[in-house]
């Protein structure tokens, strides 16, 4: 099915029920008057000009206008290009410029960084402002006041139209500029489909938190979780006593958050003093949880944590570890379980691969490669990195893991942060795990730096109160040895994270390293 073939799936449950909820603005819209809106959006686009299957950005912070605007695009039989507001200008002009994207729906707010992106992006030619008229560029109001009252074309086939492109998505880009991965109905569709089979039932009554940019994995959730007939809740941005607030005014029963909000939350002063009793699916993504802020979250929130493994080219939920198996964990049933990104899904078959192209034993440590129609169809006009992501006749993620003997895969690393050190292969994320066990530790990264002796040494970055760094060292030897124990920890105040919301190691070892030598 297409994209918004879900939302409409949503809709005919109770086209009555409240669909989103903008927590800022105080806005409430029913599915029939976001199916409305929709349609009015993309029949104003097509008299405007707009050819089926163009490229479309959408900019600004989380609104229920923003979501409106992101269901019209696929409406319209529009490639989403989602553009993230935290990017450089830079960064952001060069990947429109890249997928050649001539549309533009912006939030006034982004008012400087659009001017800035018209200069930069020749093929930008419409705007329309989301919010109010912008000089030339109409509201959105005013922009769906030109829609004919004709009916838009039918753009799916018998089969759904499995090769309709929803989407040009930017990969992080933390190697070089991003790449754009060409992501079909067949796979988002998949998607949709394996993520409503991991969160449906539990409730009559969905409801689901919007906080996580909608550019990022929130997009999906929410289309997800609106399949399933469920209101969205949108915050602007996270912060987190109005997260807690919003759960327990709304009674929000599904939620995602990539790990770093979660620890946020852990740390709120008001954490206790907001009913949180109706969370049934509290989604982490993006990035390895701690297994100790994970069992510390079961405690707080109840059964209802659970974390998928996915990323751009394998969208979201590769992998699931549901609810019962974290709060079993957590209770001391294969507690080890906690440190697990879960079991591959029914839409994909999944292997730990060596670099020979071999695939390796339950217990060996090696690549994830995934097969299945949750794969992307492509980078976008990049055929040589496409052919080195699919060699072997499988799609490689980059990150390494093992698995198993009941098909639990627990990721390592990836394999580019990998640390040798004296001919030892050490995975960060194990170490990283290990520190945090230790509750005045708040975050850490580990990343490798030179060393005369061992050519590279481990080095833990560390967010943490009233520990020292003599400490976390005997912790971590006793734990893992001293091979993978740090040999030296600094303290910081923040990680430095990418615009995407992951641990920036390369800024960090950017510190250490010029080249293959030290910084001093």
């Known amino acids: 099915m297409r994209s918004i073939d879900y939302f409409d799936r949503g809709h005919d449950l109770d086209p009555g029920r409240t669909a989103l909820i903008d927590v800022a603005s105080g806005d409430r819209f029913t599915f029939a008057q976001v199916r409305h809106r929709t349609e009015r959006i993309a029949k104003a686009m097509y008299a405007a000009g707009f050819a089926s299957q163009q490229p479309v950005a959408l900019y600004g912070p989380n609104s229920a206008a923003i979501m409106i605007v992101l269901l019209s695009i696929w409406r319209a039989n529009g490639q989403w290009v989602p553009v993230n507001t935290r990017n450089a200008i830079g960064a952001n002009a060069a990947y429109l410029n890249y997928v050649r994207c001539g549309w533009l729906f912006y939030h006034s707010s982004m008012a400087d960084d659009v001017r800035a992106l018209r200069d930069a992006v020749p093929a930008l030619t419409r705007f329309v402002c989301i919010d109010r008229t912008m000089g030339d560029d109409a509201s959105l109001d005013d922009f769906m006041a030109g829609a004919p009252d004709t009916a838009l074309p039918d753009f799916s086939d ?29 796979g988002w569709g998949t998607m949709l489909e394996t993520l409503g089979g991991a969160v449906g039932g539990k409730t009559d009554d969905p409801v689901s938190l919007v906080v996580a940019p909608v550019t990022h994995a929130a997009g999906p959730v929410a289309l997800g979780t609106m399949a399933l007939g469920a209101t969205q809740v949108i915050l602007p941005g996270f912060d987190a006593d109005k997260v807690l607030h919003t759960i327990a005014t709304h009674r929000v029963t599904h939620m995602y958050l990539p790990p770093t909000a979660l620890y946020g939350l852990l740390g709120s002063p008001v954490l206790g003093a907001h009913d949180t009793s109706s969370l049934r699916f509290f ?203 740090p040999k030296s920890v600094a303290f910081a105040e923040t990680i430095p994270r990418t615009a995407a919301g992951k641990m920036d190691k390369n800024a960090l070892r950017g510190q250490h390293w010029r080249g293959d030598r030290l910084v001093n």
């Open 158 to 186: 018998p089969f759904g139209a499995p090769s309709g492109v929803v989407g040009l998505f930017p990969t992080g880009g933390t190697t070089g500029p991003s790449k754009g991965v060409v992501v079909t109905n067949l």
């Open 283 to 485: 989604i982490l993504v993006g990035s390895p949880v701690s297994p100790e802020k994970l069992r510390q979250a079961v405690a707080v929130f109840g059964p209802c944590m659970c974390q998928a493994y996915g990323q751009v080219e394998c969208p979201m939920i590769m992998t699931w570890l549901p609810p019962e198996v974290v709060a079993g964990a957590a209770a001391g049933d294969h507690p080890e379980r906690l440190a697990s990104c879960g079991r591959a899904t029914r839409s994909v078959q999944i292997g730990i691969m060596d670099d020979a192209g071999q695939l390796l034993p339950d217990g060996q440590r090696g690549e994830i490669v995934v097969r299945g129609a949750l794969v992307s169809q492509e980078y976008f006009e990049l055929p040589d990195a496409t052919a080195e992501a699919r060699m072997f006749g499988w799609h490689h993620t980059g990150d390494v893991a093992y698995r198993d003997e009941q098909g639990f895969l627990y990721i390592v690393d990836r394999k580019k942060d990998m640390v040798v050190t004296g001919g030892f292969n050490v995975f960060t994320a194990e170490v990283e795990a290990a520190i945090t066990e230790l509750g005045a530790v708040r975050e850490c990264a580990v990343i490798g730096i030179p060393d005369e002796k061992w050519g590279e040494a481990v080095h833990a970055i560390v967010v943490a109160d009233g520990i020292d760094a003599a400490a976390i060292i005997a912790h971590a030897k006793a734990r893992l040895g001293g091979v993978k124990a």
